[in-house]
């Protein structure tokens, strides 16, 4: 289905079954119902460590990375609607808090139709972890859904408070491993679907962090409560990338791999991938969901990044400092760009240079 007959049926649906009367932000609905809020972590200015570059282009992060973190918590919201697969919050007099998603202070920059879908009365209180893209992507399954669990403990709640955990079924033995290590009640899970959740009482949370940016406190969480006690802390990894943006010329990379020492990380032969991690002195990959394993990682644990200049973003500069981690990247060139301002991710595989590539991994195996 095309994108303009999906946004013709959202219309269509909106029309018939309704749709958000307006658009929110989380300071305004305080203001108007303090009640209903609990804060979980207060306003912060963080201090990252600046990336360390090889090659001569510049990530360029920039703007990208935001180190000012608002206050973050959670919202008891009566008879309020959760919004299909990706979690959005709509109360009852019909205020879309669109804070609590990826999207955040840009979500009326990408405009598109909204509409109530088919709903599923709950009866009971729901707490809500779904959020945009976590129903396909490990990166932000792990970050920015199991992630809302650090904002609702935080809190001072308990999962005994709630009927309801409504979140995207796990795609994968891994994601369900740290669903169950994070002590999320199988019995209580509603899967998210394409129906929208209505209940008693809905318990959402803010995004835990910003677009593409991470706090030391998320970090810490998965940590603490998912990584065990390292008993090493010696490994030295690379993390290939399959599909999309992936490193076109990896082969050339793998003889300085090999001399100085590192194992390629196999993402089905590795049973716990928060302990494999914890134990990584060296983690080097190419851009992608399987970096989002830093969280895991020790501090003082070094990285590099291979970055597609086509698809440059901070999650894992961010996530590594967050970690307490030395970060570093080379940017690679891909094999086509984008227009300008295209939204959604960079289709092009890229290459790294094999000179700069074993430079790097000279400097950091120091």
């Known amino acids: 289905m095309?994108?303009?007959?999906?946004?013709?049926?959202?219309?269509?649906?909106?029309?018939?079954?309704?749709?958000?009367?307006?658009?929110?932000?989380?300071?305004?609905w305080r203001s108007e119902h303090p009640h209903t809020w609990l804060t979980a972590v207060e306003e912060e200015v963080l201090a990252r460590k600046a990336p360390v570059r090889?090659?001569?282009?510049?990530?360029?992060?920039?703007?990208?990375?935001?180190?000012?973190?608002?206050?973050?918590?959670?919202?008891?919201?009566?008879?309020?609607?959760?919004?299909?697969?990706d979690g959005w919050l709509v109360t009852e007099d019909g205020s879309l808090l669109y804070e609590s998603t990826w999207y955040g202070s840009s979500f009326s920059r990408h405009p598109r139709s909204i509409a109530y879908g088919t709903p599923l009365p709950l009866s009971g209180t729901c707490l809500s972890l779904a959020s945009d893209f976590a129903g396909g992507n490990y990166g932000h399954f792990l970050l920015d859904c199991l992630g809302r669990l650090a904002?609702?403990?935080?809190?001072?709640?308990?999962?005994?408070?709630?009927?309801?955990?409504?979140?995207?079924k796990p795609g994968s033995e891994t994601a369900a491993k740290l669903v169950r290590r994070l002590g999320i009640p199988m019995h209580k899970c509603v899967w998210a679907g394409q129906e929208d959740?209505?209940?008693?009482?809905?318990?959402?949370?803010?995004?835990?962090?910003?677009?593409?940016?991470?706090?030391?406190?998320?970090?810490?969480?998965?940590?603490?409560?998912?990584?065990?006690?390292?008993?090493?802390?010696?490994?030295?990894?690379?993390v290939p990338r399959k599909g999309q943006r992936k490193v076109a010329n990896e082969e050339e990379l793998m003889p300085a791999l090999k001399k100085f020492g590192?194992?390629?990380?196999?993402?089905?032969?590795?049973?716990?991938?928060?302990?494999?991690?914890?134990?990584?002195?060296?983690?080097?990959?190419a851009h992608g969901a399987g970096l989002t394993n830093l969280v895991f990682c020790s501090p003082g644990t070094?990285?590099?990044?291979?970055?597609?200049?086509?698809?440059?973003?901070p999650y894992y500069y961010t996530i590594a400092t967050s970690a307490c981690a030395d970060y570093s990247y080379i940017v690679g060139d891909s094999k086509g760009t984008r227009p300008q301002g295209a939204f959604g991710p960079s289709p092009f595989d890229f290459e790294v240079a094999p000179d700069i590539f074993e430079r790097a991994l000279e400097t950091i195996c120091q």
């Open 151 to 168: 904002l609702f403990q935080k809190s001072g709640l308990s999962l005994d408070d709630v009927d309801y955990v409504y979140l995207p």
């Open 54 to 85: 090889f090659g001569s282009r510049d990530a360029g992060f920039g703007e990208s990375v935001d180190n000012r973190m608002p206050e973050m918590g959670i919202l008891r919201l009566d008879k309020a609607r959760i919004l299909g697969p």
């Open 197 to 238: 959740i209505q209940a008693d009482l809905v318990i959402g949370t803010s995004f835990p962090g910003l677009r593409r940016n991470y706090a030391p406190w998320l970090t810490e969480f998965f940590r603490l409560q998912v990584a065990k006690s390292p008993l090493r802390h010696d490994r030295r990894v690379y």
């Open 262 to 285: 590192f194992q390629i990380y196999d993402f089905d032969d590795v049973e716990d991938e928060a302990a494999f991690f914890s134990e990584c002195s060296i983690v080097v990959g």
């Open 302 to 313: 070094k990285v590099l990044e291979l970055i597609p200049s086509d698809h440059v973003h």
């Open 2 to 28: 095309n994108s303009k007959v999906r946004a013709v049926r959202q219309i269509l649906r909106g029309a018939l079954r309704g749709s958000p009367s307006r658009l929110c932000d989380h300071r305004a």
